[in-house]
């Protein structure tokens, strides 16, 4: 897996954008960059994924660098709820037989 | 579509002891791994099994085992359970495309 560096923690105001940065810069052209989080206790969830062009779902919006060195997760209006840890994964391949790579992830803080 | 279920989701055992933890995987998805969360090596895979086989084992040793039913239900088992084994265990099931969709847990504590 393609070694991924994110901050340690965070802190957003409520209904501000949380802007989550992650470094990755050996990436190869096929791999693609997975954001998921893990509410405390519970198991990870899925946020979203992407190769080179920018994504966005209903939870978040994926930047993605023109040189795919970098991407940055954003939640447009942060809640309480969105107090989590993020982990952004680049695992070897996108089959469903490749594990996951979890390393520390971005500790967010929403803040009231 | 219900998500991923795990059971029993807290167990509490003794050192010496084993255990077997069931995990059921969304409607369809044939892919099952299982993960060990732990405060000081947080997230890690212990292992990924599809249609029965396993394809995937992390760096555990074999007292960590699994299995996976017809129905793709998979288990896993620890054996002779030792203070450092108490961890979240986590199932994750998944398609080909690789989405992979994480039960809520099993948190074993060993005293």
């Known amino acids: 897996d393609a070694k991924t560096t994110q901050p340690p923690s965070m802190d957003c105001a409520e209904g501000r954008a949380a802007n989550l940065p992650c470094n990755h810069s050996t990436i190869s052209g096929n791999e693609y960059v997975y954001w998921y989080r893990q509410i405390h206790s519970q198991g990870p969830q899925y946020i979203i994924h992407g190769l080179k062009n920018n994504e966005t779902n209903e939870m978040a919006s994926l930047i993605i660098t023109e040189d795919r060195k970098s991407s940055t997760l954003i939640l447009p209006h942060a809640t309480l709820r969105d107090t989590a840890v993020y982990y952004c994964i680049v695992p070897r391949t996108n089959s469903g037989n490749t594990p996951l790579v979890f390393g520390k992830g971005t500790r967010l803080s929403v803040i009231a | 579509k219900a998500g991923v279920t795990q059971t029993p989701r807290y167990l509490i055992k003794t050192r010496g002891q084993q255990v077997t933890l069931s995990c059921s995987p969304i409607?369809?998805?044939?892919?099952v791994s299982w993960y060990q969360q732990t405060p000081g090596q947080g997230l890690q895979f212990l292992f990924e099994?599809?249609?029965?086989?396993?394809?995937n084992k992390g760096n555990f040793p074999g007292r960590f085992s699994g299995r996976q039913f017809s129905n793709s239900r998979s288990e896993m088992n620890v054996s002779t359970l030792e203070l450092g084994d108490s961890a979240l265990y986590l199932c994750?099931?998944?398609?080909?495309?690789?989405?992979?969709?994480f039960g809520p847990g099993t948190r074993l504590l060993v005293l």
């Open positions: 409607s369809g998805h044939r892919s």
């Open positions: 099994y599809f249609s029965e086989t396993q394809r």
């Open positions: 994750a099931s998944s398609l080909p495309d690789g989405l992979k969709y």
